[in-house]
Structure formats: C-alpha cells, structure tokens
C-alpha cells in the first residue's frame, strides 16, 4: 500500500470516523505484507497527533481532495475497487454526484468529510484545553 493511501486511511479513520488509532495499527500489523513495527506504529501515531513527532493535530486529510490531487484519473481507484470503475477520473472520487455512482453495489457515503472534520478538531481541541489545565502549560 503507497505511502499516501495510508495516511489518507489513517486519517481518515481517525478523524473522520473518531476511531482509536490502534485499532488502524493493529489492522496494518495483521493484514499488509511489508508491515514494519516501528513505520506502523509511527505513522499512525503521527496521524493522530500523538506520537514523538505527530503532525499537528489540525491537519486532517480530505479523502476526496487527496484522491483528486494524487490520483487525478482514478487510475489507483480503478483498480482496487472496481465497483467503481465506471466512472470518469472526477466522477470516480465523488460517486454520490453522479446518478449512476451507485449502480454496482458500491455503499453509500458513511460520513461527511466537512462534518467529521469540525467534530475531530472540537475533540482535539479539548484534549489540549485539558492538558492546559492539568499542566498548567
């Protein structure tokens, strides 16, 4: 799995469905072939902005915007979910726009990027006014 898709899925589990980031780890461990301890456990942490150089906890990745920007075509997304391969290079990130996006038993959306955003950011936002308040700092 490219670099890139797996930070977009870290992310996007951890931030758009506000899951814990071990539950991702663990899944990697169990199911990528070039799995590596210390890559694994450090880029989902870094996903989750709690690691020993996380990203900043602000930064959540847009599924769709990433797949446009690095996957413009919908080359990489052709391939490994062909339930949409249909579809044309900006159809192919975007299926519910499109009225025949759902024709081969591709699941509907499950969240709202925009949403989940602001409820990832408000929840980080009050881990770091709790450690504020417990550190003084």
């Known amino acids: ?33 070039d799995y590596d301890v210390a890559s694994n456990a450090h880029g989902w942490q870094w996903t989750a902005g709690c690691g020993t150089d996380a990203s900043p906890y602000y930064r959540v990745f847009n599924p769709i915007e990433q797949g446009k920007r690095f996957d413009e075509n919908g080359d990489y997304v052709r391939k490994y979910v062909p339930e949409l391969a249909h579809l044309n290079g900006i159809e192919i990130h975007e299926p519910w726009s499109v009225l025949d996006g759902y024709l081969k038993d591709y699941p509907q959306q499950i969240v709202n990027h925009a949403v989940e955003r602001i409820e990832s950011l408000a929840r980080l936002e009050e881990i770091k006014m709790a450690k504020k308040e417990f550190t003084g700092k």
């Open 1 to 33: 799995m490219h670099n890139r898709t797996r930070m977009v899925v870290a992310s996007f589990l951890v931030k758009d469905l506000h899951l814990e980031w071990q539950l991702g780890e663990r899944f990697f461990r169990e199911h990528l072939v």
